[in-house]
């Protein structure tokens, strides 16, 4: 047994790594303005190869449609292999070696989008299965990794070429196939899953506690230490590396932990500790969610949307005939339309009907999706603004922040005990940095505007995408929350096409306007927009579509917090 949990922790820190690696479409900003020089394509067109690495995420099903034939391992490799190719010949096409049309660029584009949600389909099956009693825990900290990847690449990328923007496309299409190398052997050596003991379960906690301290400190690292000097940037990635390589210490100290137990306090009979990181009605509150001891579950897809994530599960409940409570919970509403109660079941005819559900996708399409179309943005921002050489800064800004987003979203399971609030409150809340970064940005060109802007947005989109998984499937039940997530989600490709179409004509009309407020120069018949003016009324747009989206939020929670607190007042009281 002692081995076995051992080998379940090297897991973990497998899916870490994958996360953390694999989130390639975060630093497509870096390469952009050089992608856009080198084809000589308009903002629009480069708006459409960013729409579609967003659009492959879109076909995250396929990934599970390949489960159900292929093994874990090779699902992975899949992955990797699609990333190779789609971001490797991108990489050949910049340094004039091959030359393609522009339908083929989107293809690529389309190809290496797809690879990460195969990529998130293997961490979430890898968590379910070995952490089943913790799998909130493992999910929210594995997916929070996914927000360093553009810190990692670009430490990476400045390492070995800090003058050189194509050598991105290089780490992404040849570092995730590395790491799938690095994490076969765990992956094959999973360990058999038994049910744990209340003390084991608190156990767990524990240790994800500590992990998320660490992964606190690599944030941390990854957003103050920087250089952009060659020798030091390669002594600050090493340390970045070990930060990833300090996990690996856990199963080793499990190991040696329960070796000490076994001989020398073998005769003492140790009471549970009083550290509680989820309640028992809590854990009782997941399984009944999540994993139901009489269901079987089937994972069709899984992937993070920039960010957020997706996963499809097909729960199929073995009902005997005491049957009756479920199918009365089912019908239960209030008022006009409004959710009466946590975990019913929505199916797509119904979520479509429901005003809570397009409540809550407006609020994603303007919150979560706009940030994201911002950081696809940040190169011709950073360039228009005159700080093209703070491009890669404002990547490790975002990514970072995006980070700590997705961290922050577990607070509210962290503080429960202590004060108790709905989660679509948080949701709201979490929305309210986007639209004053927006403002702020649009007021101010300087520096510190833009860094503190890009800050705002990753914290506030990171926050969004982490938490999205655990909202939809406490409002439309967690046996739908595949594909109801999956339709939430469509709003990704969808907003990535609008706000960068919008962002693309602004963009494109200033730079054809006029010489009197703006610098145009030609590149490889690319135009290129200089001045304030680039991105002034595309920042006041987004800024009001943020306002939506959070008006949105807040009727959603004003709307929900009634269910919300129905269940939390049963929950204390059983």
């Known amino acids: 047994m002692t081995g076995y949990e051992s080998r379940k922790w090297m897991i973990l820190v497998a899916t870490i790594w994958i996360q953390a690696f694999t989130g390639t479409n975060f630093d497509f900003s870096a390469y952009s303005s050089e992608l856009k020089a080198v084809l000589g394509i308009s903002q629009v067109q480069l708006n459409y190869l960013a729409t579609a690495s967003d659009l492959g995420k879109a076909l995250g099903w396929s990934s599970g449609f390949a489960l159900m034939y292929m093994p874990l391992w090779s699902v992975m ?64 900290l594995t997916v929070s990794f996914n ?37 076969l052997i765990p992956i094959l050596r999973q360990p058999p899953v038994d049910p744990l003991s209340s003390d084991s379960i608190k156990h767990e906690q524990l240790i994800f506690v500590l992990l998320n301290f660490l992964a606190i400190i690599t944030g941390f690292y990854l957003l103050f230490v920087h250089s952009n000097d060659l020798s030091t940037a390669r002594v600050i990635f090493g340390g970045a590396i070990l930060f990833l390589v300090l996990p690996l210490g856990i199963p080793g100290i499990i190991y040696a ?93 119904m979520l479509v009907k429901r005003v809570d559900f397009w409540l809550y996708y407006f609020a994603y399409f303007c919150g979560g999706t706009i940030g994201l179309v911002y950081s696809n943005n940040l190169g011709q921002i950073a360039q228009s603004l005159g700080h093209t050489s703070m491009t890669s800064t404002l990547i490790t800004l975002y990514s970072s922040f995006s980070f700590f987003g997705r961290l922050l979203s577990a607070a509210p399971d962290f503080i429960r005990l202590k004060f108790y609030f709905a989660r679509t409150g948080w949701l709201a809340i979490a929305l309210v940095p986007t639209p004053i970064a927006f403002f702020l940005v649009a007021a101010s060109g300087n520096e510190a505007a833009l860094q503190a802007g890009t800050a705002l947005i990753g914290l506030s989109s990171g926050f969004i995408f982490a938490a999205a998984v655990s909202i939809t499937s406490e409002l439309f039940g967690p046996n739908s929350v595949g594909v109801n997530h999956n339709i939430l989600i469509t709003n990704i490709p969808i907003g990535s096409l609008l706000y960068g179409f919008l962002a693309a004509l602004i963009y494109d009309n200033n730079a054809a306007a006029g010489f009197a407020t703006f610098s145009i120069q030609m590149v490889n018949d690319s135009v290129v927009c200089m001045g304030r003016k680039c991105y002034f009324s595309t920042f006041i747009w987004w800024g009001c579509l943020a306002i939506l989206g959070l008006v949105s939020s807040v009727l959603l929670f004003l709307r929900t917090r009634p269910a919300y607190e129905r269940f939390e007042q049963n929950r204390r009281i059983s």
């Open 147 to 183: 927000g360093v990847s553009a810190a990692l690449y670009n430490l990476a990328a400045i390492s070995l070429n800090p003058s050189s923007t194509h050598i991105y496309l290089l780490l992404n299409a040849f570092i995730p196939l590395l790491t799938s190398i690095v994490s």
């Open 77 to 140: 490799f899949v992955a990797a292999f699609m990333g190779l190719f789609g971001y490797g010949i991108q990489w050949l096409i910049i340094l004039d070696f091959v030359s393609l049309p522009y339908f083929v660029v989107f293809f690529l584009c389309l190809l290496a989008g797809s690879s990460i949600t195969w990529f998130n389909t293997v961490c979430f099956v890898l968590c379910i299965k070995n952490f089943p009693s913790n799998r909130p825990l493992a999910l929210a």
């Open 257 to 349: 932990r329960d070796w000490f137990q076994r001989k020398v306090f073998s005769s003492f009979t140790l009471q549970g500790s009083g550290f509680l990181l989820v309640d028992d009605d809590d854990l009782e509150f997941h399984r009944e969610f999540l994993s139901r001891e009489n269901s079987q579950i089937s994972v069709t897809s899984y992937g993070v949307n920039g960010d957020g994530p997706t996963l499809t599960l097909s729960l199929t409940r073995f009902i005997g005939s005491s049957g009756d409570g479920d199918e009365g919970c089912c019908g239960k509403m209030i008022g006009e339309d409004q959710l009466f109660m946590l975990g019913e079941e929505h199916k797509v005819e």
